[in-house]
């Protein structure tokens, strides 16, 4: 079975920091994996993904992710955190099928 | 760009009533979903679908039920609604054929059940 764990409940950054955001997944075969952010009372709006190819993968409003297999991690960085990234952020996985797996969140909280 | 229309954003029923949450995409996605966000547990899957009519269980499927009579609607029901299913809603869909397919979500449905 396909899972996720995002061992951080909670991470407090200064704004102009770097930020990290940890995941670890477990999966059959070749991951397909994803980062999504939640701002209150919102849906989940996609970030970026990882399908095949280059570790590090770029996505929106400046975040990255690097892939590494060996550790089954995929955190989610960003070089310059801002008060507006301040929201809950999902890791997911997609194995096999149509079905997506995520990580119980984790809230990012950036202050000025 | 991707739409997912949640119809209700925030909806209190009674104890026992039938409940309906509706979902519209306008993207023609094969597949749909019905997740229930509870804080400290993520997402779990309630049911998905993968063509009209077409329906198979999530991980959470007890106390609800779904329809999918067209390939751009997907209904959430609870058939009896009761106060462990306070909770958001959220419905989401992709394309089929590729599991590196992104999956776009609507804006979720806050229901209160008293």
């Known amino acids: 079975a396909q899972s996720v764990a995002q061992p951080e409940d909670q991470v407090n950054v200064a704004e102009g920091n770097p930020l990290t955001v940890k995941c670890t997944y477990s999966?059959?075969?070749?991951?397909?994996l994803f980062w999504y952010v939640q701002y209150p009372n919102r849906g989940l709006q996609f970030l970026l993904k990882y399908i095949t190819g280059d570790n590090l993968v770029k996505g929106s409003y400046g975040f990255e992710a690097e892939f590494n297999k060996s550790q089954t991690s995929f955190h989610l960085k960003k070089p310059s955190a801002l008060v507006s990234d301040s929201a809950l952020y999902f890791c997911a996985v997609r194995a096999y099928g149509n079905d997506m797996r995520f990580g119980a969140g984790t809230r990012l909280t950036v202050k000025p | 760009d991707v739409k997912v229309t949640q119809s209700s954003r925030y909806l209190v029923k009674r104890t026992g009533e039938k409940v309906f949450l509706e979902c519209v995409q306008d993207?023609?996605?094969?597949?749909m979903f019905w997740y229930r966000q509870d804080p400290g547990l993520g997402l779990r899957l309630i049911y998905f679908?993968?063509?009209?009519?077409?329906?198979e269980k999530g991980d959470i499927p007890e106390g609800y039920s779904v329809s999918r009579e067209k390939k751009e609607r997907f209904s959430l029901i609870l058939e009896s609604a009761s106060t462990n299913q306070t909770s958001m809603y959220l419905c989401?869909?992709?394309?089929?054929?590729?599991?590196?397919?992104?999956?776009?979500f609507g804006e979720g449905s806050w229901l209160t059940v008293v």
């Open positions: 993207m023609d996605h094969e597949n």
């Open positions: 999966v059959s075969g070749n991951p397909y």
């Open positions: 679908s993968y063509d009209v009519k077409m329906k």
């Open positions: 989401a869909s992709s394309p089929t054929g590729d599991s590196g397919n992104t999956i776009y």
